[in-house]
């Protein structure tokens, strides 16, 4: 009895776990649904501050075409050379 009541519970455990791995795995992600990089948070605070970006490597994509390393480095430039830079997608650039 002990060895059913164990199999009953290991196959509902298997069962919900490769449900929800699988379903993870083969369900189609919009990325334009996740939210833009949050630029504020790497604005300098003086006019002589030197912005230092973390060394993360977390590709984004801005609409003029150049992939960044991360998105402290698109906010940068986007600070630094213009409004016309903007956050595209989050990924390598096509």
Same mark, same amino acid.
């Given at each position: 009895?002990?060895?059913?009541?164990? #199999?009953?519970?290991?196959? !509902?455990?298997?069962?919900? !776990?490769?449900?929800?791995?699988?379903?993870?795995?083969?369900?189609?992600?919009? #990325?334009?649904?996740?939210?833009?990089?949050? @630029?504020?948070? $790497? $604005?300098?605070?003086?006019?002589?501050?030197?912005?230092?970006?973390?060394?993360?490597?977390?590709?984004?994509?801005?609409?003029?075409?150049?992939? $960044?390393?991360?998105? @402290?480095?698109? @906010?940068?430039?986007?600070?630094?050379?213009?409004?016309?830079?903007?956050?595209?997608?989050?990924?390598?650039?096509?």
């Amino acid at each position: 009895m002990a060895a059913f009541a164990f #199999m009953t519970v290991f196959f !509902l455990v298997s069962s919900t !776990l490769t449900h929800t791995v699988f379903s993870e795995m083969f369900k189609p992600h919009d #990325m334009s649904k996740w939210p833009k990089p949050p @630029c504020k948070m $790497y $604005y300098p605070v003086d006019t002589l501050y030197e912005s230092t970006c973390p060394d993360v490597t977390s590709y984004v994509c801005a609409t003029n075409g150049h992939t $960044y390393q991360n998105e @402290c480095f698109l @906010c940068i430039d986007w600070w630094e050379f213009g409004p016309h830079i903007k956050f595209d997608k989050y990924g390598k650039c096509d």
